[in-house]
C-alpha cells in the first residue's frame, strides 16, 4: 500500500538522524562505488553491529545504501546517491534541524494547533511557545542556529547579489541568528559603512559563548533585543525567514517597529517564499506547502501569496517597491518595501 511509506515517515525520520549522528554515511567511503560491510563500520563506532546491520538494511529498502549481496563479505553496503548526499557536512546542520529533538517532538501536539488554528507546539515541551522551548534548552536552540546556518548558507551568493546593499550606508539583519547572511553581506560589498546582526538577546550570548564574533570586520557589530520593541537604526534591513514566522498581527507589529527607526529613504528586504498557485505541480511548491504547516503549528506562521504579503504591508507605513526573483527557484526571493 502506499501509504504505508507515509505511516513509517517518522522511522525514517529518526533512522537518518542515527545514521548521519553516527557518520555512517562518510565513514562507508566518498564516492557512489564506496563498499563498506556495516560491522566494520559498527567496530569503528563501537555500537551493536547486529543492529546497525538492521539500521542500515532497512534504509537500504529506502534507496538510502544499496545492500550488496556478497558471500565473502557479508552485511555489505554501497552509497547510493541519498547516502552520498548525507555524507556532506554541508547538508548535516540542515539535517539535525529537521530530523532532532526540536522539530520532531514539536509534531506531538500537530493535532491541538488544528483543532484551534493557534500555534500549540510549546505544549510538547511544555512551555508557552517554541521559542520559550529555544530559550530554556541550548540543544534545541543550537539545532535551530546551526541549521538555519547550513539552510541558508547556499542561498547567500544570489541573495547578496539580488539585494544590491552597496547602495547602502547601515545594513541590519533582523533575525540574524549567527550572523552568516550580514557576513557574507560585507565581505561582498565594501561601500556598506555598517553591518548589524540583530537577535533576541540569549541567542547572541550563545553565539558568542559557542563561538565568537563571526567576522572580524569591524564594520560588523551583534545586537541583541527584540524586534517587536525596537531595532537599530538602519537604511536597509533584511529578514530572512523572519516575517514567515509570526502571523499577521506580529507581522504588523515588527514593520511598525522597523518604520520607527528607519532611516529617511531607507528600504526593508522580506526574504520570504512567495506561495503562487502557478507552481502548483512543481516540487518547489511541494516544499513551500510543507514548510507552511510547519510553521502554523511551530509559531502560527504563515507562506504567504503576494496577496497575502501586501495586505500586511497595507496596514503599515510601509508600500511593496518591487519583487527580485532568483535565477533559481529554490532561493529566496526579496519582497522590498519603502515607507508610504
Ligand atoms: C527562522 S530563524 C531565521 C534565521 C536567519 N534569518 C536565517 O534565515 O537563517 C528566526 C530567527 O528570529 C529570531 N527571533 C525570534 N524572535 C525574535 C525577536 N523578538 N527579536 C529578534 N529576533 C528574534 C530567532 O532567534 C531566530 O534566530
Known amino acids: 500500500m502506499e501509504l504505508h511509506k507515509y505511516f513509517n515517515g517518522y522511522r525514517i525520520c529518526k533512522a537518518i538522524n542515527v545514521m548521519v549522528r553516527f557518520e555512517v554515511p562518510r565513514r562507508l567511503g566518498n564516492s557512489l562505488e564506496s563498499k563498506r560491510s556495516s560491522d566494520d563500520i559498527a567496530k569503528e563506532i563501537g555500537c551493536h553491529a547486529e543492529a546497525l546491520y538492521r539500521l542500515m538494511r532497512a534504509l537500504a529498502s529506502e534507496g538510502i545504501f544499496k545492500e550488496i549481496i556478497d558471500p565473502k563479505t557479508p552485511r555489505l ?13 554541508c547538508f548535516q546542520g540542515e539535517l539535525f534541524m529537521h530530523t532532532g529533538t526540536g522539530h520532531y517532538k514539536s509534531m506531538e501536539t500537530l493535532p491541538e494547533t488544528i483543532m484551534t488554528g493557534k500555534s500549540q ?30 539552510l541558508s548558507s547556499r542561498q547567500f551568493n544570489e541573495i547578496v547579489q539580488l539585494g544590491n546593499f552597496d547602495q547602502f ?13 550580514m557576513k557574507n553581506i560585507l565581505d561582498n560589498c565594501p561601500k556598506v ?6 537577535d533576541q538577546p540569549h ?9 565568537g564574533v563571526i567576522s572580524s570586520d569591524p564594520r560588523y557589530s551583534q545586537v541583541g533585543g527584540s524586534f517587536f520593541e525596537s531595532v537599530p537604526e538602519a537604511d536597509c534591513y533584511t529578514m530572512k525567514w523572519i516575517i514567515h514566522d509570526w502571523n499577521d498581527e506580529k507581522s504588523i507589529q515588527i514593520l511598525n517597529t522597523i518604520a520607527k527607526s528607519i532611516k529617511p529613504g531607507g528600504k526593508v528586504y522580506i526574504i520570504d517564499y512567495i506561495l503562487s498557485e502557478d507552481d502548483m505541480n512543481s516540487d ?18 504563515k507562506e504567504r501569496t503576494k496577496k497575502e504579503l501586501l495586505e500586511i504591508v497595507s496596514h503599515t507605513p510601509f508600500k511593496v517597491d518591487s519583487y527580485l526573483f532568483p ?14
Open 77 to 89: 553496503f554501497q552509497h547510493t546517491q541519498m547516502s552520498l548526499d548525507l555524507s556532506d557536512p
Open 121 to 150: 507546539c510549546g505544549k510538547a515541551f511544555n512551555e508557552e511557545s517554541y521559542w520559550h522551548a529555544l530559550a530554556k534548552d541550548k540543544n534545541i536552540e543550537n539545532e535551530l542556529t546551526i541549521g538555519m546556518s547550513s
Open 169 to 181: 550606508e547601515i545594513v541590519c539583519d533582523l533575525g540574524g541568528c549567527e550572523g552568516v547572511l
Open 193 to 198: 559603512k555598517k553591518g548589524i546582526n540583530f
Open 203 to 211: 541567542v547572541i550570548k550563545n553565539i558568542m559563548e559557542k563561538q
Open 284 to 301: 518547489h511548491y511541494k516544499f513551500i506547502v510543507w514548510l507552511d504547516i510547519f510553521l502554523l503549528h511551530l509559531c502560527e506562521g
Open 327 to 340: 535565477k533559481q527557484k529554490l532561493v529566496l526571493p526579496i519582497t522590498v518595501l519603502s515607507l508610504k
